[in-house]
């Protein structure tokens, strides 16, 4: 993915170490469901993942290969950025 990822709940950019995490995140998303543009992680912990178009991606709980979705990439690039974050890539 050469996508620019950014945050997109402040204008700050992200360091390295936050990038890395951030794209590792959509990376792996990104096997369940390639329309996702946008993730969110809000304060009641939720996750909520969107298409290009602004509307929410319902993916399966199960990839194609059969794997169930692990978050712990979700929450390790969520845990190196602000609370509650956005990501989105572009």
Do not use: H
Request: one cysteine or more.
């Amino acid at each position: 993915m050469n996508q620019e990822i950014k945050p997109a709940n402040t204008e700050t950019p992200f360091s390295a170490f936050q990038e890395r995490l951030v794209r590792a995140a959509f990376e792996y998303v990104a096997t369940f469901a390639p329309e996702v543009a946008s993730v969110e992680y809000d304060e009641e912990c939720r996750w909520c993942f969107m298409g290009s178009d602004g509307k929410p991606v319902v993916f399966p709980e199960r990839g194609a290969d059969g794997k169930v979705l692990d978050v712990s990439a979700l929450e390790a690039a969520a845990d190196a950025v602000d609370f509650p974050s956005k990501f989105s890539r572009s």
